[in-house]
């Protein structure tokens, strides 16, 4: 079977950074594109970052962009979200997504994922 799970959400000052991770399981787990979504309350789901199969090429939504950095290390099974310069807006619910993919692109578009794991809360305030 073929999961994933986010770690690592915290309460951190506006301008702070954090990482959050998402452990990988299952077979060819290199084949899955990798994406963060999240979700903040009184807010629709928006699409943070991906990462396409084999890392080929990466996405971000533009108000994180120059801030957040995905990466993946398949080696240990493991992508992370990197959040620099958190603002209160970056306060949300964050989900690791995953789809098994042949394309050499990811999208940030909820729909195009099919697992999902729990979220980890991520709470930027002063």
């Known amino acids: 079977q073929f999961r994933v799970a986010e770690s690592g959400g915290a309460l951190v000052q506006p301008g702070g950074s954090l990482r959050l991770s998402c452990a990988v399981t299952g077979e060819s787990s290199e084949n899955y594109a990798i994406g963060w979504f999240r979700q903040a309350p009184g807010k629709r789901r928006e699409g943070v970052s991906c990462?396409?199969?084999?890392?080929?090429?990466?996405e971000y939504a533009d108000s994180v962009e120059d801030r957040f950095t995905i990466s993946r290390n398949n080696a240990e099974n493991m992508v992370y979200l990197q959040m620099n310069s958190l603002k209160p807006e970056d306060t949300a619910v964050y989900y690791c997504?995953?789809?098994?993919?042949?394309?050499?692109?990811?999208?940030?578009?909820?729909?195009?994922?099919?697992?999902w794991g729990q979220g980890t809360q991520v709470t930027v305030s002063s």
């Open positions: 990462i396409s199969v084999n890392g080929f090429s990466t």
């Open positions: 997504v995953a789809l098994y993919s042949i394309s050499s692109s990811c999208y940030l578009e909820a729909d195009w994922y099919n697992y």
